[in-house]
């Protein structure tokens, strides 16, 4: 519908979900390199973030650019000092989610078991 919803976004936004097709013979589940037993559910939460733009108008090279956005060791210095409240507060949000999931797998199965 017109003038309804974001105009730019992408699914980053709010989630990502990625399945496994765990009958393919050429790849070990991820559930199961981690020690899950075959048959079990599993789910892995991975703390990232959605598609990020990136302006700059003055680098004119490949090494220009990579100077200006940071190295791995300057974003990880900006996650533990500016930015260190942001990604504590995310990083309780997903251990809530992942325990409420856990919650909810539990009750369903129990009420599946009745």
């Known amino acids: 519908m017109p003038g309804r919803g ?8 709010y ?3 990625f399945a496994e097709d765990e009958t393919d013979p050429t790849w070990e589940p991820l559930a199961h390199a ?10 892995t939460l991975f703390q990232g973030d959605g598609i990020q733009g990136f302006i700059d108008q003055r680098s004119r090279t490949p090494e220009e ?3 200006s956005f940071g190295s791995p060791a300057e974003i990880g210095r900006l996650f533990l000092t500016d930015h260190l409240l ?4 995310t990083s309780i949000v997903l ?3 992942a325990v409420g999931g856990v919650v909810l797998g539990m009750k369903s199965s129990a009420e599946d078991d009745a």
Not at 6 to 13: F, S, V, Y
């Open 6 to 13: 974001a105009t730019l976004g992408g699914p980053g936004k």
């Open 15 to 17: 989630t990502f979900c």
């Open 34 to 43: 981690r020690g899950i037993a075959p048959g079990r559910s599993a789910v």
């Open 65 to 67: 650019i990579t100077r």
């Open 86 to 89: 942001a990604f504590e507060i």
């Open 95 to 97: 251990l809530v989610a």
